[in-house]
């Protein structure tokens, strides 16, 4: 496995360690009810048990928009290239990856252009369409 | 209509690209079946009994007259000559090959159609009125907020993977022709006391094996604040949602297991969150961007015409029928809304031919400003007609097999596919709406037991919403033999109720019968022809019916 990381804005493969600092955040916990211990913690790690059990795409949100987590947010476990840019939105910075096959999760990350909504990253179509001030 | 600027095109375009990509993937093995199921899910692209189907959006039921002619081609080149108009306003297609599909959705790209979201755990193509923008009493056109949705839930990042679909519809009027009540999420545009535009929202409602009628969370919600409001309730249910079993997994479980005040505190709860991100962070559409989505849904160019008495002295039978079945009123004097009915006795309820879909984009372009509609009901509209070439329009379309003169009445019928196409189905549910036509065939009969919405769905997910069914009729297996279950009662409109269950399921061969001791009930107990079959049996209940149903059966 690699680590398909955004550092300075691009994506980046390094090696996948589990440092200190990690925290693993179960996919059925409830980030709506209460945040999660984030003291001293550099890397939240999500989880896709199954590729539909689409609650994290929402912890990642959370995290950065409601909890202020500004660390590394990875996503581990059976989520797929074509999910990815849909996790990076909401937030997810690495993705845990098959060796090899990076090109693949690269161009699906890649795939689309534009957004119609605001999420975590990438301007809304609305904002372009009126000059960038909402 | 909306017109795609280069950021839709780039989009959708960025969607083909994709998907070609993917069926190569597939094509050359590098993803099994079970890998590229839920990518061509996202696609509109189920696997059915006999072949693939591709389910391509009608984005509320609005199409050009040269969108049409796209489907066409597509019907001629792709398919078997036909398309099939399904009861969320979209069209099916049911014989594509897997290796044509992504040429398919570049054809509908560049017409600006796409079939994104038309099935899969997402928030599907959203639903509308098919009289939007030509019947009176609505507080705007419906449609600028449903295409704010559309691009709203187009690839929303956070909800492309819910426990379960997600459907929304929205009306601007009393009358609910939209079936809001039976919706995941029913939007009803109204004004406030003080006279300012927002919405109702009702959440929770849905057919399929547990139905529900939805809950109003809110009464009146700014106009301004609708896409935070949807994506807090999307976010309560995307956390909430049950995912352990399939059959549990809709927002209508949810609402009744949290109890709808418990569940309207938490979504108003996640809303005040929401808020709080202030103006830079916030999700709600800008007014600018508002003004330019209504932009594209101002009234058409229409002429100051006085009505006429064109319904006086039709010297045709048929014509006279006609007109009384599917012409409705229109808002402005002198035009008409015409429904075109896709249910000619024999043929599969909602198919279309590729011919016939030429032939109607040609008349929209003639006499409707070139605009068309698919509706729930699986027909389709010309909503801006001229009253004075109605008797041209009636001509033309007979000519072409479009001239049934039979909307809301029993031949009228709304079927899912049942066991011709679809893998899930216990039983056939084309050949019993057919017999039942062939039934009532006589146009004379048929009008005068007048209006009376016979749905009938082939097993228990109710895709042809026999719930809401004044006759409602259900497929079902009872040790490997067909049987079907009758309801009565139910009704999609502004009094939405969930059909009740009179008694034993019937065999094959009685379901026709029955219907017609129904129909010959309420003939007998009606208080005269003004009396719709859904108003007696408000009135009266269900035993007489229940009784006729079962005592010599
Ligand atoms: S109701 Fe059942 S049989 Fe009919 S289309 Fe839906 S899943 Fe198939």
Redesign the interface.
């Known amino acids: 496995m690699k680590l398909l990381e955004l550092k300075d804005r691009e994506w980046t493969l390094s090696d996948l360690d589990d440092g200190p600092g990690l925290l693993r955040v179960d996919n059925g916990q409830?980030?709506?009810e209460s945040p999660p211990d984030l003291t001293g913690i550099s890397v939240v790690r999500l989880d896709w048990p199954q590729?539909?059990?689409?609650?994290a795409?929402?912890q990642a949100?959370l995290l950065r928009?409601?909890y202020g987590f500004e660390g590394q947010i990875r996503a581990g476990g059976a989520i797929?290239r074509?999910?990815a840019?849909?996790?990076?939105?909401?937030g997810v910075t690495a993705f845990e990856i098959e060796d090899g096959a990076e090109d693949g999760w690269l161009?699906?990350l890649h795939?689309?252009?534009?957004?119609?909504?605001?999420?975590v990253t990438g301007e809304a179509?609305?904002?372009?369409?009126?000059g960038g001030s909402? | 209509m909306y017109q795609y600027d280069d950021i839709d095109k780039a989009i959708v375009q960025a969607r083909v690209d994709e998907f070609r990509g993917q069926v190569a993937r597939r094509l050359t093995g590098e993803l099994t079946e079970d890998q590229f199921k839920p990518l061509r899910l996202q696609n509109g692209l189920y696997l059915q009994l006999h072949a693939y189907m591709l389910r391509v959006a009608i984005p509320y039921g609005t199409l050009s007259a040269d969108q049409l002619r796209v489907l066409a081609s597509i019907a001629r080149d792709y398919d078997k000559g036909y398309g099939h108009v399904s009861t969320r306003q979209n069209m099916q297609f049911n014989w594509p090959a897997l290796v044509n599909v992504p040429d398919i959705l570049q054809r509908l790209c560049d017409a600006e159609m796409h079939a994104i979201q038309t099935s899969g755990n997402c928030i599907r193509n959203v639903t509308s009125d098919p009289f939007a923008g030509a019947a009176a009493g609505e507080v705007e056109d419906p449609r600028i907020w449903c295409e704010v949705i559309r691009q709203w839930s187009t690839f929303h990042p956070e909800f492309a993977f819910l426990p379960r679909k997600f459907k929304i519809a929205v009306t601007a009027s009393d009358e609910d022709r939209a079936a809001i009540q039976v919706h995941d999420i029913g939007i009803q545009l109204r004004t406030n006391d003080a006279g300012e535009p927002g919405f109702r929202i009702l959440v929770g409602g849905g057919l399929g094996r547990t139905p529900y009628i939805g809950h109003v969370v809110r009464d009146f919600l700014p106009r301004d604040q609708l896409l935070s409001y949807l994506e807090a309730i999307l976010r309560v249910y995307n956390v909430h949602g049950r995912r352990d079993n399939l059959f549990k997994a809709r927002i209508k479980i949810l609402v009744n297991e949290m109890g709808e005040e418990a569940f309207t505190h938490a979504v108003e709860q996640e809303w005040e969150e929401i808020r709080k991100l202030g103006p830079s962070g916030s999700v709600d559409l800008p007014e600018a961007e508002r003004a330019r989505i209504a932009g594209f849904f101002r009234e058409p160019d229409f002429a100051a015409l006085d009505d006429t008495d064109f319904r006086a002295d039709p010297d045709d039978a048929g014509y006279a029928r006609w007109l009384s079945r599917n012409v409705s009123a229109h808002k402005r004097p002198g035009y008409a809304i015409v429904t075109v009915s896709l249910k000619p006795e024999g043929e599969a309820p909602g198919d279309i031919t590729a011919d016939q879909m030429d032939a109607l984009a040609d008349l929209a372009d003639r006499y409707s400003f070139s605009d068309v509609r698919t509706t729930h009901e699986q027909n389709m509209v010309l909503p801006h007609v001229r009253q004075a070439d109605l008797p041209a329009l009636y001509a033309a379309l007979s000519e072409t097999g479009l001239g049934s003169a039979n909307a809301g009445l029993v031949s009228d019928i709304i079927a899912c596919p049942g066991l011709d196409y679809c893998n899930l189905a216990n039983t056939r549910s084309i050949p019993v709406a057919n017999r039942i036509q062939k039934r009532f065939s006589d146009p004379v009969r048929q009008a005068e037991v007048g209006e009376l919405k016979i749905k009938i769905s082939g097993c228990i997910n109710a895709c042809g919403h026999h719930h809401v069914g004044h006759i409602g009729i259900l497929g079902v297996d009872k040790k490997g033999e067909e049987f079907y279950q009758v309801t009565l009662g139910g009704r999609a409109d502004a009094e939405a109720a969930i059909g009740e269950i009179v008694g034993r399921g019937l065999a094959t061969d009685q379901v026709v019968d029955a219907v017609e001791k129904l129909v010959d009930t309420y003939l007998s107990l009606r208080t005269g022809p003004e009396e719709r079959f859904i108003d007696a049996y408000k009135r009266l209940g269900a035993e007489p019916f229940k009784e006729a149903l079962y005592e010599t059966a």
Request: hydrophobic share 40%; charged share 20%.
């Open positions: 409830d980030l709506l590729f539909k059990l689409g609650q795409f929402t949100r928009q409601r797929f074509d999910q840019w849909h996790a990076a939105r909401c161009e699906s795939a689309y252009p534009y957004h119609y909504q605001r999420a179509a609305w904002a372009l369409r009126h909402a």
